[in-house]
């Protein structure tokens, strides 16, 4: 099975949208959707469930279907082979030195190359998300249609002969979108800037009562009467849950708290195992340390977890954007996160957030915000604000909207 198929259910997006976050970007999404309809969008990534970009595509697609815009979305079949390939390219565009071997690019092609056999991209308008399906482009493009390359990595630093393998495949594509200005790298084709989003209706985000929070939280025994610092990832060395139990440690010679690390695996995610191990060697032995592996439907929990926690950590060693910020900004948490890649849109230092370069920093700053209920209570407020104005889906999906009705008149 390629084809995901979207719950499609429930009461309408939009009307839930307007009520819980405004107007705000729901004339140009409508008017937008006018332009296009009828054109049929395709979705295409790696994974159906874990990680932020199967997070938003599951409302995403359903969102864009109720608008008026046909669209579906296709998981491109891969093997144990081509996700170690594609770990080490996400890695190495993400600045960690890797290397891709003559064998490796070949299989990655192939696997490409069975995907463009086995996948339905009929549609008019293609979007292909972050590197493991980019070789589309050369293989299935026809004439008529508009593909974009939709990149959620932060390029910046990204290895250059990695880089320099992918870029004709992204180049075979009519534009390319980027979350931040940063990580646009040289093109020959025009670059958009269009960060992600949350959807705050989804389970993930809905608004908790008290007793659903202690229900869906009962079960892992977390104490009742001390500060949660919680980390919401999935077990992957970028995310540097080693580095948050290190900083908790010296959090804790001066202030009670209980941290959680919380997280699950991505299919297309092979090194989850090891990484998970690592953490539990570290806290092995400590009362005050809960290492929470989930289930990739486990929605509800994490939304407990991120409402009951008193701060928010992401300790991020590089990071497209982060999902789980805007996720906790938007429940009014103080966040404390690291200054890299996408976070610094969401987090302002003083302003929605506090923003961190090392392990001693964010001991600081978890510290300082133990300590200061007012300061939590304002960055939260400003954190929910903030979130509201950029950084829910009726704004990612003008952004896609906008570029491909650009691209459409670009071809008349
Ligand atoms: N997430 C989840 N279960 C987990 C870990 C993460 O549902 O065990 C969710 C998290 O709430 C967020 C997304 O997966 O919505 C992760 O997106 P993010 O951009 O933070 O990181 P990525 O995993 O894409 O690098």
Request: aromatic share 6%; with cysteine; glycine share 8%.
């Amino acid at each position: 099975m390629t084809l995901v198929a979207v719950r499609e259910d429930g009461p309408s997006l939009l009307e839930g949208y307007r009520a819980v976050a405004g107007e705000a970007h729901l004339g140009a999404l409508a008017a937008l959707a006018r332009r296009l309809r009828g054109r049929r969008l395709v979705m295409v990534n790696s994974t159906a469930t874990g990680g932020g970009v199967a997070e938003i595509l599951h409302r995403l697609v359903r969102l864009l279907n109720e608008l008026g815009v046909p669209t579906t979305w296709e998981v491109m079949p891969g093997d144990a082979q081509f996700y170690g390939i594609t770990k080490t390219i996400h890695n190495a565009l993400h600045g960690r030195p890797g290397e891709l071997s003559r064998a490796d690019r070949a299989h990655f092609l192939e696997v490409n190359r069975q995907a463009a056999d086995a996948l339905a991209l009929d549609g008019d308008l293609i979007l292909i998300h972050d590197p493991q399906p980019v070789a589309l482009a050369t293989l299935r493009r026809r004439a008529g249609q508009r593909w974009v390359w939709r990149c959620h990595i932060d390029l910046s630093r990204a290895d250059r002969e990695v880089w320099e393998f992918l870029e004709p495949r992204v180049a075979a594509h009519d534009a390319a979108v980027f979350s931040h200005v940063t990580f646009v790298p040289e093109l020959p084709i025009p670059a958009y800037i269009a960060p992600p989003s949350i959807d705050p209706l989804a389970e993930k985000n809905r608004e908790l009562d008290e007793g659903e929070i202690d229900a869906s939280l009962a079960p892992f025994g977390l104490p009742q009467d001390t500060p949660l610092l919680v980390q919401v990832s999935r077990f992957d060395r970028l995310k540097d849950p080693v580095g948050v139990v290190d900083a908790f440690r010296l959090t804790r010679k001066r202030e009670r708290a209980h941290l959680v690390l919380a997280g699950g695996s991505a299919d297309d995610d092979p090194e989850g195992a090891e990484v998970l191990a690592e953490v539990n060697e570290r806290v092995a032995g400590r009362k005050d340390v809960s290492v929470l592996l989930l289930p990739p439907d486990a929605h509800r929990v994490i939304n407990a977890l991120q409402r009951r926690s008193t701060v928010a950590v992401q300790k991020s060693l590089r990071e497209g954007f982060a999902l789980t910020i805007s996720e906790a900004l938007w429940k009014r948490r103080a966040t404390v996160a690291s200054a890299v890649g996408g976070i610094p849109l969401q987090v302002i230092h003083e302003r929605t957030g506090l923003l961190v370069r090392s392990v001693e920093g964010c001991a600081f700053q978890m510290t300082r915000l133990l300590r200061d209920a007012m300061l939590r209570r304002r960055l939260g407020q400003a954190g929910h604000a903030h979130v509201r104005e950029h950084f829910l889906h009726p704004r990612e999906a003008r952004d896609y909207l906008a570029i491909f009705a650009r691209l459409a008149d670009a071809a008349k």
